[in-house]
């Protein structure tokens, strides 16, 4: 008898306690999850063991598995190896790479792209991902920062590459374009030359300098302010972002779905994880909302990876009677408002998404492992003990975080929005930007908790509720995000000041009912004497600026505030928005039809925030 009152009182604080904490297994499970990857990455570490080494034991273990699924083509990993061992050829034999240099990739998402990134880790180089939007200034600034010498460019950005050529012959920049043939004798071509060159395995002794700390690649981000910096991804990072995939719920029987640009860490994480795992990959040239899910079954997908507003475009789509059938059961991604993610599922069928934080530089990322709509992790004591990070206080209007009479940052309290800073160690290094010295120490943040401390500045607000989940809040700083790129607020004004009429500029985002991120608009203070140019200002960031950072709104100020360091007030910019009613400042509006930016009316207002009007 007294055995059954033990059990039952057993049972009963069980019961209680796993009331009173839902998420208890879930959390451990996760923290577990997370120390055994930690582990297995250390065991590389000792080992020099790279994704490369893993791609050759699944290319050993299932040479004839499809690998990439691209159109209508299909390569195994097989394919994959021979035709990386080709590319890595053309460059060997050219004799202008060289064992742990730097090769910079201008293309789009495309099977050439990932053989040229194996070839070079083959060749024990390293590569530069660039964004195929950018232009002028911002190609030659990201160019130059990576420290490459070798330009690799797909055909279809040969005009790209001829704006900035005088600047790269200028350097004795070699440049490759991804033709049979070129007509200019200052650029080389590169299919052609993989054709004639052999399939046989590159030498080991190429790569034999290569350890986990090495370079594997420089991905760019727009930080907080200026151009892009290149982010240093080492073989070792490298492993840790492979890994997101199997931490989110991704098996050896899926196939992976990427629409992402492969330059970015989300897109090419995708790849590096799909090599970790020996699967399948979908690759998509560029997104597209009509086609994605007759892609997902012509494929027979079962993992997507998204953005927030990749999700947005499908729930817009015209309803369909085959939107349930296929065969996508996980999601992946980052950047997804709740009423999205809702609607989603209630269209597209029971599709578990894994919404997930971090940041390509960053040192921490945390994963909506229980499904809760518009969290994007939570927070834990395991989770805080093996993982450190912090929410502090922090003051938006100078720019940095509150400190008690001790000069330790302050924890935010539940609720309330706080910077996300996570500590810097051997088992969460920050490698930092190249050659940019100054942002990298931006970025450290010293003396939180304790004297001697350092921790990682995400830029980040984030907060968590009574029932320890975590939500993402908003960017600080000088960036905000804009369809599905960060963009940097003093790159877009830079830009804009070189137009005659404008003589200053402060770039900030603004909200737009229904859409993910902030649209662009910039107050400007016209030079004197002058009026605005609205087409001269048009063609200007047409030609200047990526789609993306382009700003959508124009407001004509008289004076610009400012701080007493001289930093633009933008506070109060962001609140007002770009109301014509309440703003008695000239506004305008980018017309892409009119190629013009045109006064913003009431009907235009009333257009853009109701949706008519896509922006």
């Not at 923290?31 to 050759?56: E, G, M, P, S």
């Amino acid at each position: 008898m007294f055995v059954w009152i033990v059990f039952a009182a057993v049972l009963f604080l069980s019961l209680a306690f796993l009331f009173h904490h839902p998420y208890f297994f879930q959390d451990v499970h996760h923290v577990l999850f997370k120390l055994k990857l930690r582990r297995l990455v250390r065991k590389y570490y000792q080992t020099n063991y790279t994704i490369l080494d893993r791609f050759f034991d699944v290319v050993k273990a299932q040479p004839d598995k499809p690998f990439i699924l691209f159109r209508d083509e299909t390569f195994t990993y097989r394919d994959a190896d021979e035709l990386s061992n080709k590319a890595a050829r053309v460059l060997l034999h050219t004799g202008l790479v060289k064992q742990g240099d730097t090769v910079a990739l201008f293309l789009g998402n495309e099977p050439m792209f990932l053989w040229l990134w194996l070839g070079l880790v083959k060749l024990g180089c390293s590569a530069a991902f660039l964004n195929y939007n950018i232009r002028s200034k911002s190609l030659l600034h990201c160019f130059n920062c990576s420290g490459a010498r070798t330009l690799i460019a797909a055909e279809e950005l040969q005009d790209a590459v001829e704006e900035v050529l005088p600047s790269l012959s200028e350097q004795q920049v070699s440049v490759f374009i991804l033709a049979d043939r070129c007509t200019s004798p200052d650029f080389k071509s590169f299919k052609d030359k993989m054709n004639q060159v052999s399939s046989e395995p590159i030498p080991k002794n190429l790569r034999s300098h290569l350890t986990l700390q090495s370079p594997a690649v420089y991905i760019y981000t727009s930080g907080t302010t200026g151009f892009p910096k290149a982010a240093l991804i080492t073989h070792s990072k490298l492993w840790s972002l492979s890994l997101l995939p199997p931490v989110s719920g991704v098996n050896s029987k899926d196939v992976v779905y990427v629409s992402l640009p492969l330059y970015h860490t989300a897109g090419f994480l995708g790849f590096t994880g799909s090599i970790e795992m020996g699967i399948t990959l979908a690759l998509r040239n560029k997104f597209s909302a009509s086609q994605f899910w007759d892609d997902c079954r012509k494929y027979n997908v079962t993992v997507i990876q998204y953005i927030g507003e990749i999700m947005r475009y499908l729930c817009n789509t015209p309803r369909k009677i085959n939107d349930r059938r296929h065969k996508v059961r996980l999601a992946i991604g980052n950047g997804i408002r709740a009423d999205v993610w809702k609607e989603f599922i209630n269209r597209f069928g029971n599709i578990q998404i894994r919404e997930f934080y971090g940041a390509t530089e960053g040192n921490f990322s945390l994963l909506n492992y229980s499904g809760k709509i518009g969290a994007v992790g939570r927070d834990t004591y395991l989770h805080k003990k093996y993982f450190p990070y912090s929410l502090i206080k922090f003051d938006v209007d100078k720019e940095q975080p509150v400190r008690d009479s001790a000069g330790f940052c302050i924890e935010a309290a539940k609720g309330e929005p706080g910077l996300l800073v996570c500590e810097i160690s051997m088992n969460a290094p920050f490698s930092g930007y190249v050659r940019d010295l100054q942002q990298t120490e931006k970025k450290r943040l010293h003396n939180v908790h304790k004297k001697g401390d350092l921790y990682f500045n995400t830029g980040d607000l984030l907060s968590i509720d009574e029932d320890n989940f975590i939500y993402f809040q908003d960017r600080v700083g000088d960036t905000f995000r804009w369809k599905g790129e960060n963009v940097s607020t003093n790159e877009v004004a830079d830009v804009i000041t070189l137009v005659d009429c404008i003589k200053e500029a402060n770039v900030y985002g603004v909200t737009v009912p229904g859409l993910e991120g902030r649209v662009g608009m910039a107050a400007v203070k016209l030079s004197e004497g002058q009026s605005f140019d609205s087409v001269d200002v048009f063609k200007h960031v047409e030609n200047l600026l990526p789609a993306y950072a382009r700003p959508r709104f124009i407001r004509i100020r008289s004076s610009l505030d400012v701080t007493g360091t001289f930093k633009h007030l933008k506070a109060t910019l962001v609140e007002e928005g770009f109301n014509p009613n309440q703003i008695t400042d000239p506004l305008y509006f980018l017309d892409e039809k009119d190629k013009n930016y045109v006064p913003l009316t009431a009907d235009i207002f009333n257009s853009v925030t109701s949706g008519k009007v896509k922006i």
